[in-house]
């Protein structure tokens, strides 16, 4: 059975910095894409970030040079290092992996990816 299991998400004040973490167990995520998507109350599920297989990185916009997006295959996990964080950053964050790795394209949409996270909350306080 796959899981995935995010943790690292709480209260913090704008400026602040937060680390999230999503262990993969199941089966062999190791050459599988992931990614952090967030979704704020009344609102859509949206793209944060993500990192395939051979390490491409992308992220969105409002993320830029904010956070950073990593992997660690050998432990097949997934982090999300959140700085700078700003009161319209708070929403849940997921973690998703997609069932295959590509090496060039950096998948971004909510349909490409097959297992999710139950979720953690991140709020940011002004």
């Known amino acids: 059975q796959v899981q995935l299991v995010e943790s690292g998400g709480g209260l913090v004040q704008a400026g602040g910095s937060l680390r999230l973490s999503c262990a993969a167990s199941?089966?062999?995520?190791?050459?599988?894409?992931m990614g952090w998507f967030r979704q704020a109350p009344g609102k859509e599920r949206e793209f944060v970030a993500a990192?395939?297989?051979?390490?491409?990185?992308a992220y969105a916009d409002f993320v830029k040079g904010r956070f950073t997006i990593s992997r660690d295959n050998a432990k097949i996990t997934v982090y999300l290092q959140m700085n700078s964080l700003k009161p319209e950053d708070t929403a849940v964050y997921y973690c998703?992996?997609?069932?295959?790795?590509?090496?060039?394209?950096?998948?971004?949409?909510?349909?490409?990816?097959?297992?999710w996270g139950q979720g953690t909350q991140v709020t940011v306080s002004s």
């Open positions: 998703a992996v997609r069932q295959g790795g590509s090496w060039i394209v950096v998948f971004r949409r909510v349909p490409e990816y097959d297992y």
């Open positions: 199941g089966r062999t995520f190791s050459s599988s894409d």
């Open positions: 990192i395939n297989w051979s390490g491409n990185t």
